[in-house]
């Protein structure tokens, strides 16, 4: 099958033909449909999420079932579906406690010594990131992974779903309580700051402020349920979003993951506020802030990983949203594109000229 292969860091992708092993237990092969470029596969390739190459990236997919291994029982050839990178192991205190998305295994591939999954021409292993590794023609992935949709749902727009939207969405549906009537700030919209300014409107959020660096974002943002749009390069957006909001937002979302914007989200919250971070900063970067900010005003910060998801229960919840109208995809994908024109499509987003991009199959 074709697959795009990261062979380094920093360099283009390279388009390649890639053996995949057929389903193990527990293991499901798709059919690729589409898989949206998410901002999390260029951080691995530019080196701030470590991942040896070679590997195939790749972690916003939706596919259809073309074959089951032993013991799946959930799925059957035909059966449409998303994948999701937080694989859950079902037993563990994380997955019982109701946290799903913090179970440890989730980057687990099959056992150790075990023939890999995907390997190149010669043999040679290719590592499989998160489980999917969406950059290919077919995927092969544990049946926790996936989750079985709707056939009345379009796969492209499904795909989206799978990372940028369950984890913008599930930051303001999952992890922080917005109530009515509330000040919401959202930094940074891309696919994740999107959703998650969707996921604030659908809430019922009051002022919703959105604020990006690019300002042709902003009739996007307003669509999607956006008040007030600050520019982030045109003066200081912390005064702006206190002006706007009289003293601070109640929750401000950071989804870029710079030092500079985690520190401006922290400072745009107001007193009693919550500062939740969404975009991952690099691991190798420390993010100074005031302690005393959040002890005299009592702010909270708290991380976001994954939308908080329990995938199988959000993912179909959030395309009855999409189908019943509440949640907008049709507006956040930018461009549809082929496999052939991923390395451009990282571009793009380097450049910050686009939404979504989607990779669609045949
Ligand atoms: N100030 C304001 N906005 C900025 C700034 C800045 N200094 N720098 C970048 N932006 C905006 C870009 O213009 C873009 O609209 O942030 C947005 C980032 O969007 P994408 O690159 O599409 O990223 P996305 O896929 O949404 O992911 C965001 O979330 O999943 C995490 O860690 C992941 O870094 C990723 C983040
Ligand atoms: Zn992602
Ligand atoms: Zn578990």
């Known amino acids: 099958m074709k697959a795009a292969v990261m062979r380094a860091n920093n360099a283009p992708l390279e388009l390649e033909d890639v053996q995949i092993d057929a389903p193990g237990p527990g293991e499901v092969l798709l059919k690729t449909a589409a898989s949206g470029i998410c901002h999390s596969d260029l951080t691995v390739i530019e080196g701030g999420l470590p991942f040896p190459p070679p590997c195939i990236l790749g972690h916003e ?153 690019k300002p042709w974002k902003f009739d996007l943002a307003q669509k999607l349920g956006a008040t007030d749009c600050v520019d982030a390069t045109d003066g200081d957006p912390v005064a702006a979003v206190h002006e706007l909001t009289g003293g601070g937002a109640d929750f401000v979302f950071e989804c870029i993951g710079l030092v500079p914007t985690v520190q401006q989200a922290v400072a745009m919250t107001g007193r009693g506020g919550t500062t939740v971070l969404v975009g991952v900063v690099p691991m190798h970067l420390q993010v100074p802030i005031s302690a005393s900010d959040l002890t005299l005003q009592e702010k909270k910060i708290t991380g976001s990983y994954m939308g908080s998801n329990r995938f199988r229960f959000d993912m179909p919840k959030y395309i009855d949203f999409y189908l019943d109208g509440r949640l907008h995809l049709d507006e956040m994908i930018s461009s549809r594109i082929g496999l052939e024109e991923v390395n451009e499509g990282f571009d793009r987003i380097r450049k910050g000229e686009v939404a979504r991009q989607v990779i669609v199959f045949d």
Do not use: W
Request: glycine share 16%; proline share 7%.
């Open 61 to 213: 997919p939706a596919g259809v079932v073309e074959e089951v291994g032993e013991g799946v029982g959930d799925f059957a050839p035909g059966d449409h579906v998303i994948g999701c990178l937080t694989s859950f192991c079902g037993v563990c205190r994380f997955c019982t406690g109701g946290r799903p998305y913090l179970c440890p295994t989730q980057f687990a591939g099959r056992p150790e010594g075990a023939k890999p999954r995907l390997s190149a021409g010669n043999g040679d292993p290719i590592g499989q990131f998160a489980n999917l590794s969406s950059f290919a023609e077919r995927m092969l992935c544990p049946e926790r992974s996936l989750v079985k949709i709707r056939p009345d749902m379009p796969l492209d727009r499904a795909s989206l779903i799978g990372c940028g939207v369950t984890t913008g969405l599930g930051a303001a549906l999952n992890t922080v309580h917005i109530p009515a009537g509330a000040s919401v700030a959202i930094i940074g919209l891309g696919g994740v700051g999107l959703a998650a300014l969707q996921g604030a409107r659908i809430i019922g959020a009051g002022k919703l402020v959105a604020v990006d660096a």
